[in-house]
């Protein structure tokens, strides 16, 4: 059935046509015409033969325009989901962007702020060592520190 998926479906939709056009068509002429072809000695031994190929076909025929119709609906509804796919996709590529550049600005915050805490460090490094005991002025540099940019 997978070989199927190579063929155009325009052709598989011609042949199964073509195929209930046959028996609707040996149907309607051996039911319309089946005693006048009786008469015909050349036909008449065909007629039985005629007439149950024309049912196969028939049949055959109906099941696989049923197969067709089926077979389009979910093509159309996979197309359908494959346009969903694209587009959040696209989304997805645009989020990650955003949240990309949101890093980078938290991360160059950190680092500012973590240069700013090594200088105030480096400037009240006399005043931190002075007694040996941490002073207010350690204890706000640190909190600010731990604060990762929200002064």
Known sequence: M???????????????HIIFGLGVLGLALTWVFGNILDHFTFISPYVKLIRSLSVV????????????????????????LEAKI?????QSKDANVKLKNQIA????????????NKESIIKNKEVIDAECSLNDK?????????????K
């Open 2 to 16: 997978w070989m199927l998926s190579f063929i155009p479906d325009s052709w598989l939709v011609l042949v199964v």
């Open 57 to 80: 076909l028939f049949i055959s025929g109906l099941y696989f325009e049923g197969g067709i119709g089926v077979e389009s609906k979910w093509r159309s509804r996979v197309a359908q």
């Open 86 to 90: 694209e587009v959040a996709e696209q």
């Open 105 to 116: 600005s938290k991360v160059k915050i950190i680092k500012i702020n973590s240069a700013s």
């Open 138 to 150: 350690a204890i706000v540099i640190y909190n600010n520190a731990i604060k990762n940019g929200a």
